[in-house]
């Protein structure tokens, strides 16, 4: 019986690395056995909501359990859509059928998945299957940080050449089970919650490559969880210059006492979240931006600028009125819509003087950058950081 089984395979100490959390005193067992278990979804903390014991599985090697299971299904799963999209379907004559979209179940939800081969990113010839899996493998990392945050997508039909538009509002074809919210200032838009999986592929199969998150979430509008801190080049500034910037800002927030998450903006600058306690307003925390960039453009009086007028800007632009309540940007791990497919990648703060150019991480290469650097913007989640008092 199970009992004896777990007796067998029983340590003294816990296995984890970490402290676990337990309901009550618990017993351990050596990392030896498998087990499956259905559960509802996994918290930010890694928790998993209403489990189910479904049984041991000896047929699996228990290294083979690396935490990694529901992306590897998910992509295989894809790459089964995919083929099962471009392989002709033969008629009861012999004769080419027309192809019937693909059918992918994710979580639990069935999603159609339309024109797999259409290629979005001509010079490059990726296509939408392409785009579905990047946001299938991300999805661990970005779902926590876009979960509750109403996005405005931007689809691009007929590939990144084509027309494309901003949406706030839903589709009417939205499916039920995708979560929204209507902003209370804006009832005709029922913004999308991008709150698991199911919903980034729909999103992706939507052609909506761009993800622009808002600052706040959306049980509390008006109180942001994250400044923007965005090193916008003007026209003439170079990626040497974007770094420079960025090196200093870092000293700044230092000198703050603040903890800032830089990412590339995945098109030509440089993005740093600082997350903050859900208790100030806009405008508290679009004072802080401009603070940071005042600050900034004292020690780098030549480079850096606060000019809101494009035709007169030189150097790198601080964007402070990006923190707005409206606003939004390309958020964290989004797609750029634009030659090589670059995306909006979290990074560290040593590794931005070395890095070679501003669209280095792509949707093709970031699967294996996540392998190597983890989820950099993880540490984020659980930081409420109080903002200092502006200067008397």
């Known amino acids: 019986d199970l009992l004896k089984v777990l007796e067998e395979h029983e340590s003294p100490t816990s296995p984890f690395a970490t402290e676990a959390r337990t309901n009550q005193p618990a017993r351990w067992c050596l990392p030896e056995l498998v087990c499956e278990v259905e559960y509802a979804e996994i918290t930010r903390d890694g928790t998993l909501r209403h489990p189910t014991y479904r049984g041991l599985r000896t047929d699996v090697d228990p290294r083979e359990a690396t935490g990694e299971e529901r992306r590897e299904s998910a992509r295989k799963a894809q790459e089964a859509a995919k083929r099962a999209a471009i392989a002709p379907v033969a008629s009861e004559n012999g004769e080419k059928a027309a192809r019937v979209p693909s059918v992918l179940e994710v979580e639990g939800k069935r999603i159609k998945l339309t024109n797999l081969e259409k290629v979005l990113f001509p010079e490059d010839g990726y296509t939408k299957a392409d785009l579905i899996r990047y946001y299938t493998e991300v999805s661990p990392f970005l779902v926590p940080w876009l979960r509750d945050r109403p996005l405005t997508l931007k689809p691009f039909p007929d590939g990144i050449h084509g027309t494309h538009f901003y949406q706030k509002n839903k589709p009417g074809f939205t499916p039920e089970w995708i979560k929204s919210w209507t902003d209370p200032r804006e009832p005709e838009n029922a913004y999308v919650l991008a709150n698991d999986m199911a919903t980034l592929v729909w999103m992706a199969n939507y052609t909506a490559i761009e993800i622009h998150p808002r600052l706040a979430r959306a049980d509390d509008p008006e109180k942001p969880d994250n400044v923007m801190i965005d090193l916008d080049p003007a026209e003439g500034a170079t990626w040497d210059d974007v770094k420079e910037v960025a090196h200093v800002v870092k000293a700044v927030l230092d000198d703050l006492g603040i903890v800032g998450f830089p990412k590339t903006t995945g ?126």
């Open 267 to 392: 098109s030509r600058g440089i993005h740093v979240l600082v997350p903050i306690a859900r208790r100030y307003t806009f405008e508290e925390s679009r004072a802080f931006a401009l603070r940071v960039g005042q600050l900034a453009r004292e020690r780098l009086p030549k480079l850096v600028t606060l000019e809101f007028s494009k035709s007169k800007r030189r150097g790198i632009y601080i964007d402070y009125l990006q923190n707005t309540r409206a606003k939004s940007t390309a958020g964290p791990y989004s797609v750029r819509p634009i030659r090589r497919a670059p995306v909006s990648a979290p990074l560290r703060w040593d590794e931005i003087a070395s890095l070679g150019r501003p669209d280095a991480f792509t949707m093709i290469n970031m699967s294996a950058r996540l392998d190597a650097v983890g989820d950099l913007l993880g540490p984020s989640l659980g930081l409420a950081q109080k903002l200092p008092k502006p200067p008397a």
